[in-house]
Structures are given as structure tokens and as C-alpha cells.
């Protein structure tokens, strides 16, 4: 059992709150963020779709009138979409040729300059810096302390009742929490800043609010940074970016604000699907929910199987900086290529049994999967993560026994997503003692 991190959040706590953007209590920016993204309404599918591609045209121009807004589409680009295992994984391997620098004109815009958009020596600089905050001790000071207690706080508040949607009562709260704890910020300020960060990334469905919630949370970064100057946190990731120096220099505020503004959304969307996603695939599939019980261990090849079968992310954007050539497809320098990271999840050129590659199955021979992408981008927290995803698991397996689908609601969960996957809902019940 780790020590947990003592932090200082005290003097944080005189920090003002800027309430502008929350002024209407009917609006819902979830469920905005979900109607935007496709996630409500009728259930998408695009796995027959990718099946076909992969199939028929692995390597996809994408007509000029019909590039979808995610692939952030400017001037007169070529637009390729990139469906087979092996062709992906050479996309997220090669950074120097599938460049990360058009996330300048997209989500750069409101983030800054972060790591997500930079390349060689002054991505590996700051990454080494940021891999510092994720290392072992501090690992295991969030899977003893800051996730069970997130998770458990929000179990806490339906256990009693027998029933309830863990995608909105736990899902989507408890990921959060832990980066907010890992931040070390006061709690009271948990729910502001989760509106604030999806705000930040509702970019293509309300620019505009967008915007005004990066200002509005790049102030309040600049309050928090100014105090962590005077008064130490302790062991919160921010002290340490504040302490820390890159080429005998501390860093400033513009290089350490777009790593948090980064954070809150890479954490805490991506793991609240994720972890929906491994609930439902266990609810789905009760033979193997029964397994799990059972044995324990198997946790941990359900959460790589449900990453597997279904990840948060569907693609990888990426631009080119020389021409290159995909199964006999030219594509010329600077074209936009997105890697279908859900396409190549489920290739049965390479995983077994390929008649099943659409199903979960946690007994399935373990291979690789992209769902972190990979390379020298490859998705910083993903032990957090998969820590986060087992956890959860775990507590859920303890606290909910017998735990199932709603059979009065059964028909209306899903997954569903065209950029961001997840189930739509997950109406359970439990018996109570
Ligand atoms: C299941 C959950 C997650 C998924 C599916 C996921 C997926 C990804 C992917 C695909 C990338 C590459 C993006 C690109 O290169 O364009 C990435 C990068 C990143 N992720 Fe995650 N992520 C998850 C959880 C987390 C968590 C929990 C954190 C931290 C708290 C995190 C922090 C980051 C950071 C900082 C990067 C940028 C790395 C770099 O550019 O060098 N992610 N993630």
C-alpha cells in the first residue's frame, strides 16, 4: 500500500471561481457534448463501415465536400483516412513523417502549445519533464488512494438505492476527481473545472464557448501557478511542473498551462468512456462478467480486450511531411491522414480468432492493441488508465453484487460514437442485503 501524498490545497481555496459561463442551471454542457458528438439519439455503428473500407479501400481519399470536421480540414489538402492494423501502427510509430503539428490549428487553438503538438527535441524535453509526475510512486498513491476513494465516494451516493446509470452516477464523474486530486486542487472546485474542460474541447459544436472556457480556465491556471510559486504544494503535479526546469530554466506559464489544460480532457473524457465501455462489455457478456468475479486476475485482460474492442478515440490525426505510399496509394506531403485506430482494433489479418475480432472476448490471444496510439506520442497516461479501468472494476465487482443490466431498460443502452465511443447509458441493478 502506497503512502498517500500529503498537498496543500489550503491557500488554493481563496481562489474566485469565474461563474460567467454557468448562468443558465438548464444547461446541461454533458449532455450538450454527447448530442454534439452523436452520442444520444440513435445508436452509430461504424464498425460495418470500417469492416468495408479495410476490405475495399484501406486507403481512403476523402472527397474534398465530404471531410468530416475532426479531420481538421484546411486550404486545399488532400484528406486520407487509413483502415488496416499495420498501416495504423506505421502511422502512430513515425512521428517524423506522420507529423502531430496540425493540432496547432485545431485543438492547439484553445489548449496552446502543448506537448500533443510538439515535435523532437522539444517534445522529448518536455515529455521527460511531464513522465516525472506519472512515475511509480506516485502511480501507486493513485491506485491505493486517490482512485479507490473517487470511486467509492461516488458509489457512496447510489449504493443504497439498487439501481442506478453508472455512466452518469460513476463513469463520467470519477476520472475527474482523480486528475483534479492529482492536480492538487480543492474539491470544491471539481465540478467548475469538469464543465470547464469539456467545454474546452465542445470546439466544433460551440466555438465560441469553447474559447471563452479556455480564457476562463488559463486564468484560473494562473492563479493556481502564482500560489504554488509562493507556497508548495507538497506532491501535486503542479508544484512539480513549477519546480521543475527544462535546460536549467523553470518553466513558464504558457509552457506549463497548455499541459494542464491538455490533461483534464486527455484524462477524464477518454477514461470515462473507456470504463463505460468495460462495464458494459461485462454486463453484455455474463459468462465472462462471471469469470471475472470468479477470478480476479482475468481483470486486467478484460480492461486490454474492452481497449481492444471498442476504444474511446476512434482515430488518429496526423499530417504528412514527405510523400508515402499505403497499399499502392500515394499520399503527398502535407495531406491530413487520420489512422482508424477502432479499424485497426478489429482486423482479423491480425487478431485471432479473425471470424470474432467483432466480439469481446477477455480469452482472446493477447496482441497489441492502438488504442493509445503509439510512438513517441504515445498516450502518456495509459497506466493511469488501465489503473483507473481496474479499480473501478474492482470496486464496482465489491460494492454491486449480482450486479446486471436493468431488465426494464435493457434495449435502451448501447454502444455508440462516430469520434468518441462509449455505451450511451448503463441502466443497472444490484442486490441490495
Ligand atoms: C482509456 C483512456 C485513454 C485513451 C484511450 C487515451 C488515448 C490517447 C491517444 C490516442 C493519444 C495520442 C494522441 C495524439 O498523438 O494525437 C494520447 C495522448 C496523451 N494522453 Fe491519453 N488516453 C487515455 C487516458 C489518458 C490519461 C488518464 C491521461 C493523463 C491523466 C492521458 C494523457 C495523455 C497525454 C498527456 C497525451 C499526450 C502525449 C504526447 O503528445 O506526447 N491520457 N492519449
Known amino acids: 500500500m502506497a503512502t498517500a501524498i500529503e498537498i496543500d490545497v489550503e491557500p488554493l481555496r481563496n481562489i474566485e471561481l469565474d461563474m460567467s459561463l454557468d448562468g443558465d442551471p438548464d444547461f446541461d454542457i454533458f449532455e450538450a457534448f454527447e448530442i454534439a458528438s452523436g452520442n444520444r439519439g440513435p445508436k452509430i455503428d461504424p464498425y460495418p463501415e470500417f469492416h468495408r473500407r479495410r476490405e475495399e479501400?484501406?486507403?481512403?481519399?476523402?472527397?474534398?465536400?465530404?471531410?468530416?470536421?475532426y479531420m481538421n480540414a484546411s486550404g486545399d489538402r488532400e484528406n486520407y483516412i487509413v483502415y488496416r492494423q499495420e498501416d495504423v501502427c506505421k502511422i502512430a510509430q513515425d512521428s517524423e513523417t506522420f507529423s502531430s503539428v496540425h493540432h496547432a490549428e485545431g485543438i492547439g487553438l484553445?489548449?496552446?502549445?502543448?506537448?500533443?503538438?510538439?515535435m523532437d527535441e522539444e517534445h522529448t524535453l518536455h515529455r521527460r519533464l511531464i513522465q516525472n509526475a506519472f512515475k511509480r510512486r506516485d502511480l501507486a498513491h493513485c491506485k491505493d488512494n486517490l482512485i479507490p476513494e473517487a470511486v467509492n465516494e461516488m458509489i457512496d451516493a447510489f449504493a443504497d438505492r439498487g439501481h442506478a446509470n453508472l455512466a452518469s452516477e460513476l463513469t463520467l464523474l470519477y476520472p475527474v476527481r482523480v486528475i483534479e486530486a492529482m492536480m492538487g486542487l480543492p474539491i470544491e472546485h471539481v465540478e467548475w473545472f469538469h464543465r470547464r474542460a469539456i467545454e474546452v474541447i465542445s470546439i466544433q459544436s460551440d466555438t465560441e464557448r469553447a474559447l471563452l472556457s479556455s480564457q476562463v480556465l488559463k486564468s484560473y491556471f494562473e492563479q493556481v501557478i502564482e500560489i504554488r510559486r509562493k507556497h508548495s504544494g507538497g506532491g501535486d503535479l503542479i508544484t512539480l511542473l513549477v519546480e521543475a526546469e527544462v535546460n536549467r530554466k523553470q518553466l513558464r506559464n504558457d509552457e506549463i498551462i497548455p499541459f494542464l489544460m491538455l490533461l483534464a480532457p486527455a484524462g477524464a473524457e477518454t477514461t470515462y468512456r473507456a470504463t463505460g465501455t468495460l462495464l458494459y462489455a461485462m454486463l453484455a457478456n455474463p459468462d465472462q462478467f462471471e469469470a471475472v468475479k470468479k477470478d480476479r486476475s482475468l481483470i486486467s485482460k478484460a480492461v486490454e480486450e474492452s481497449l481492444r474492442w471498442d476504444p474511446p478515440l476512434t482515430g488518429l490525426g496526423r499530417r504528412t511531411t514527405r510523400d508515402v505510399e499505403f497499399q499502392g496509394v500515394k499520399i503527398p506531403a502535407g495531406s491530413n491522414v487520420n489512422g482508424c485506430l477502432a479499424s485497426a482494433n478489429r482486423d482479423p489479418d491480425f487478431y485471432e480468432p479473425a471470424g470474432t475480432v467483432d466480439e469481446f472476448d477477455l480469452f482472446r490471444p493477447r496482441k497489441p492493441n492502438l488504442t493509445f496510439a503509439g510512438g513517441a506520442h504515445v498516450c502518456l497516461g495509459q497506466l493511469l488508465a488501465r489503473a483507473e479501468m481496474e479499480t473501478a472494476l474492482n470496486i464496482v465487482i465489491d460494492r454491486l453484487p449480482g450486479l446486471r443490466f436493468d431488465p426494464e431498460h435493457r434495449d435502451e443502452s448501447f454502444m455508440t460514437g462516430e469520434v468518441w465511443r462509449s455505451p450511451n447509458k448503463l441502466p443497472v441493478v444490484w442486490d441490495r442485503a
Open 110 to 118: 484553445f489548449f496552446g502549445h502543448s506537448i500533443l503538438e510538439m
Open 57 to 69: 479501400q484501406p486507403v481512403y481519399r476523402v472527397p474534398d465536400d465530404e471531410v468530416p470536421a
